[in-house]
């Protein structure tokens, strides 16, 4: 869809490790709209690949809208795409707060015109569960927006 839009994509990912961008590439011919994508899966990484600023992750904890956010727009704007997708989240088995229990995952969508900002919470049924559950809203995140 994004190739007969003439978009293009990238990603940023945390808790996911790259299973957007795996997903992405599963399709033949994907090079013409995915560009590429980040796996930030440290806040140091997330500030020295994507730009994000420590103090915003200090404010706001690296699991939060705020920062999916940043890591879309920080993806769109670094690879140069239309679109961006980004997700981080805890994916478990440990990690969780009762603040943001195992299964919060935040998402960011940026495009030239906006960037939106999601939270879900996935049942804590294993990791694999979570992230598998992320990688399919992030997508259908970007099929959305390329319906537009």
């Known amino acids: 869809m994004a190739i007969r839009h003439g978009k ?21 011919g994907s090079s013409s709209a995915y560009m590429g994508g980040f796996i930030t899966y440290s806040d140091e990484a997330k500030t020295n690949l994507l730009g994000i600023p420590k103090p915003l992750i200090k404010a706001n904890g690296a699991v939060s809208t705020p920062v999916a956010q940043a890591m879309a727009l920080g993806a769109m704007t670094n690879m140069l795409t239309d679109i961006a997708v ?63």
């Open 8 to 28: 293009t994509i990238a990603t940023a990912e945390s808790c996911t490790g790259g299973w957007i961008g795996k997903a992405l590439t599963e399709i033949p």
């Open 86 to 148: 980004s997700v981080t989240g805890i994916a478990g088995p440990d990690g969780g707060t009762d603040a943001k229990p195992v299964g919060t995952m935040c998402f960011g969508l940026s495009t030239p015109d906006s960037i939106t900002e999601h939270h879900e919470y996935f049942e804590n049924k294993g990791r694999d569960y979570i992230r598998m559950q992320s990688v399919v809203f992030a997508l259908e995140l970007l099929l959305k927006t390329l319906k537009i």
